[in-house]
DNA sequence: AAAAGTGGTAACCTAAAAGTAACCTTATGG
DNA sequence: CCATAAGGTTACTTTTAGGTTACCACTTTT
């Protein structure tokens, strides 16, 4: 473990922020499926409200971690997908991920699964 | 991205939660260093109080990530160390603190750092 | 005898995050 | 002319994490 981990704000904790709320890991993973409209997030990501999906989509957005486009059709549509950076990131949530795997078990077997 | 992100507790979630409290980072890079007494802990993480510290403490302990060893001696004496499972958490730790310095950028040049 | 160090606990407060429910705007369909 | 849908916003309440201060039990030092 290098010093990196022990400056006063700390990289870790700064990347970890990025997507610490209670939903943000799992509207990036419905988002690294596809593009989606809102009410299509607010489908998949289960129980979230939407004043909670539209806070949380703007600080995804202001940490360059998703875009949001506006088309301006008949009915209102905004498509929210994930940048380059938050591309990057994908890997290195499946990384944490494996850790879990291997370290603590089995990602809970035979729970209920998100639809895609 | 695979399934395994998808799970309604995801085990990036389920992972990063280990770590999520202000100070755990912080705490388990000083602890990786060297084990430690409580107030070496508290005086190395910078103004965090002690109630604060025995709470983090004791949930880092109960995840498993680090143990704590009382010793009857003369005052009271009380170690902390990494346990393998927290030691193992390190790398992926580092491999955060990468993916910022390549995405993000450098950690903060020329902040403030710990001592050791 | 008093003070100081060690590793806490108890009671209380506060700010921020999250949740709930109602409402808004523009457009279309019936 | 009313209802419905999309993508929100507003106002309000609840929950939670973290912080502050005081105190405790025990032992050694002065």
């Known amino acids: 473990?290098?010093?990196?981990?022990?400056?006063?704000?700390?990289?870790?904790t700064?990347?970890?922020?990025?997507?610490?709320?209670?939903w943000?890991?799992?509207?990036?993973?419905?988002?690294?499926?596809?593009?989606?409209?809102?009410?299509e997030i607010?489908?998949?990501?289960?129980?979230?409200s939407k004043k909670?999906?539209?806070?949380q989509l703007r600080e995804l957005e202001a940490d360059g971690l998703i875009s949001?486009?506006?088309y301006r059709e008949t009915s209102p549509r905004?498509?929210?997908?994930l940048t380059d950076l938050g591309k990057s990131l994908c890997p290195l949530l499946i990384d944490i991920a494996a850790w879990k795997r291997k370290y603590i078990g089995s990602p809970n077997q035979g729970e209920t699964k998100l639809p895609d």
Chains 1, 2 share one sequence.
Do not use: W
């Open 1 to 12: 473990m290098e010093n990196e981990l022990g400056h006063a704000d700390c990289p870790v």
């Open 42 to 48: 607010l489908v998949r990501v289960p129980s979230i």
């Open 78 to 81: 905004v498509e929210y997908a």
């Open 24 to 39: 943000k890991v799992m509207i990036l993973y419905v988002l690294s499926k596809k593009s989606r409209r809102f009410g």
């Open 68 to 70: 949001r486009k506006q």
């Open 14 to 22: 700064a990347t970890i922020a990025l997507f610490d709320g209670r």
């Open 52 to 55: 909670v999906l539209t806070e």
